[in-house]
């Protein structure tokens, strides 16, 4: 029974669901299952990808609402764990049950291809989400705004290695965007 200060737990899952991230991890994780196995048969291939799109829609929103959630933590240490690690974990953990339960296990190549692609979209999300980008409610501007900044935020995601390589000062200066131009 849930309180009412609290509401039902589908009605505060909706609240957390981030449908920008849910559209896009659909569509590129369905594209990574389906490049990973390019070589089986069209009806086990088809098959994967179907769990995948269905599964990733209705859950990837709440896993990168969770994200959201955790910016705001009082640790940014603690949200950075979470975001980067915690979630991405949690996602694929159940992606694996998922597509065993319901007979369409994935291959090993396939598996591997999608957590090394969930690794990175999670320090993606971590990088964009920081920065005010592809977050929903009251935090999010449109997605079509999201979009144009996305040139940006890919070269500060590509070049985040080289900044973080520099002396601490200039890397903090610089991941903050606060360095000279």
């Not at 640790?75 to 979630?87: K, R, T, Y």
Request: charged fraction near 15%; glycine fraction near 10%.
């Amino acid at each position: 029974m849930s309180s009412p200060e609290h509401g039902p737990i589908l009605k505060q899952l909706a609240g957390c669901w981030n449908w920008k991230c849910a559209l896009l991890s659909a569509t590129a994780r369905s594209l990574v299952y389906l490049a990973a196995m390019a070589r089986s048969g069209p009806q086990g291939r088809l098959a994967v990808v179907l769990v995948e799109i269905a599964y990733v829609t209705l859950t990837a929103g709440i896993y990168a609402g969770l994200q959201q959630k955790a910016l705001g933590l009082r640790s940014q240490a603690l949200g950075n764990l979470i975001i980067a690690v915690g979630v991405p974990g949690l996602a694929q953990g159940v992606d694996w049950l998922v597509h065993g339960a319901v007979g369409a296990a994935a291959p090993p190549k396939a598996t591997l291809a999608v957590c090394i692609f969930a690794a990175i979209s999670a320090l993606f999300h971590l990088h964009v989400m920081r920065r005010g980008a592809f977050l929903t409610g009251a935090a999010g501007q449109s997605l079509r705004d999201d979009f144009r900044r996305m040139p940006r935020l890919i070269a500060g995601f590509v070049m985040k290695p080289v900044v973080l390589s520099r002396k601490p000062a200039q890397a903090e200066r610089a991941f903050d965007g606060k360095a000279a131009a």
